[in-house]
């Protein structure tokens, strides 16, 4: 890994939030003064949160910067950011939980509560309230990183090239190929000393989880400019919905809604609109007629039968473009039902040959069933016979083999059985030469 200039060491991060400590039981920085379970206070972007020491190493409570500064952000949101920057949560013994709950940092009823250190909460809040820039690092600066997956792999990490999630920022440190870090934990090669490890559960977003330094003893800067360039490009910052939000459309909906009905019958309106002008412009004529020329009654008559002539043919077109419109509706509705009629007929039948299909299908594997059955029976009564048939071939030959035993037994024993003489020995001895 290239060296890191001074610079970074000395130059504080441009997100990172300015943090005072307010301590209900001061005490140092120093790991021998922390005494287990010691409260205080820490100030989190302008927030007091409750921290506890807690084996040796102060951990804040995750509820509290969750209900305080995250408010806006989902649990679900929250969870899965904490996992993909490998941020680790400690749960508190049920002594650290009351302590808490003194503290009110939680509520009463409150069961268990997770713990993350001070660095981890302010790479939390950092990546969801923090601006997404890149950390200052120099120009050729490149981490020197490795992962475990499969056969393993080393290569380099240039956070220069690092400017989307898919970009290809790693170089191979054997093939000099480079890839995307969701692309990186699948490459690996065989080394003589490489030891295969089955990948536990990668996926192309754990590459957070996999990925690591090569050298474990880095220096702090280092450490936190790496943890800042994997907290990058590290979801989106959907905020949660609030209850009231869903009020603000409403006006819009009944507006819509109000086009709506107005779209539907864009002439009735204007019809009646011009019939009340008509009327009213009559109506004026004859009060004006009235008036002026009374001593005329009868131009007043036919101007009068002229008008009504006029105001009822108008009412006749009314009626007519009312009546027209009723029957296109009914048309309309009735050929709405008539294709809601041929597509539930049509749906009818492809269930009922869909139906069909698995009854049939259902009739060949029970006849299937049955025929295998019957062929397994056959082949059970077939091993039977021939099994009884063997058993008595067998039981023929041990009877035979027995009655050639006793036969053999009974011929050695009259053969080897000595014979006594009773006085009547027709024996006799050979004659011997003189």
């Known amino acids: 890994m290239e060296p890191i200039s001074a610079p970074l060491a000395s130059r504080p991060e441009a997100s990172s939030p300015p943090h005072s400590k307010r301590d209900v039981s ?17 100030s989190l972007y302008g927030v007091p949160i409750v921290s506890l020491v807690i084996d040796g190493q102060e951990r804040l409570c995750l509820a509290q910067i969750s209900n305080t500064l995250l408010k806006s952000y989902s649990y679900n949101e929250i969870h899965n950011r904490r996992v993909a920057l490998g941020i680790t949560c400690v749960q508190c013994t049920p002594v650290q939980l009351e302590i ?41 600066f490149a981490f020197d990183v490795l992962h475990e997956c499969a056969w393993g792999c080393r290569g380099n990490f240039i956070p220069a090239r690092y400017n989307s999630s898919r970009a290809k920022c790693i170089k191979c440190a054997y093939c000099s190929m480079y890839f995307s870090p969701n692309k990186f934990i699948f490459h690996s090669h065989r080394t003589p000393e490489s030891k295969y490890t089955q990948p536990d559960a990668a996926n192309f977003n754990s590459w957070r989880r996999h990925l690591k330094l090569a050298d474990k003893q880095m220096p702090d800067d280092i450490s936190h400019a790496w943890e800042d360039v994997k907290a990058m490009f590290n979801g989106g910052s959907r905020k949660r919905t609030m209850p009231g939000s869903g009020c603000d459309m409403s006006p819009l909906k009944t507006q819509g809604s109000g086009h709506v009905r107005r779209a539907a019958s864009p002439e009735i309106p204007h019809k009646s609109l011009r019939l009340d002008a008509l009327r009213f412009s009559h109506a004026v004529v004859l009060e004006d007629d009235w008036e002026s020329q009374k001593s005329r009654p009868d131009q007043i008559s036919v101007s009068k039968e002229a008008e009504t002539e006029s105001a009822s043919r108008t009412d006749g077109r009314f009626h007519l473009t009312e009546k027209n419109i009723e029957h296109m509706a009914k048309e309309e509705l009735q050929k709405q039902l008539v294709e809601q009629m041929e597509l539930r007929k049509k749906m009818e039948r492809e269930f009922q040959h869909l139906k069909d299909n698995f009854q049939d299908q259902m009739k060949r594997e029970l006849s299937y069933r049955e025929e295998m059955v019957q062929q397994l029976q056959i082949v059970r009564d077939t091993l039977c016979n021939e099994l009884d048939q063997e058993r008595k071939a067998r039981y023929a030959i041990q009877q035979k083999l027995k009655e050639a035993h006793d036969a053999l037994h009974h011929f050695s024993c009259k053969m ?19």
Do not use: D, W, Y
């Open 26 to 42: 001061p005490f140092s920085s120093s790991g021998a003064s922390l005494k287990p379970n010691q409260v205080s206070e820490t």
């Open 100 to 140: 808490l709950r003194r503290a009110g940092a939680m509520p009463i009823s409150s069961r268990r509560c997770g713990m993350i250190t001070k660095r981890e909460a302010e790479r939390l809040c950092k990546s969801f309230l923090g601006a997404h820039t890149p950390p200052k690092l120099p120009e050729n």
């Open 416 to 434: 080897l059985t000595p014979r006594h003489c009773t006085g009547m020995c027709t024996f006799k001895p050979p004659l011997l030469p003189p």
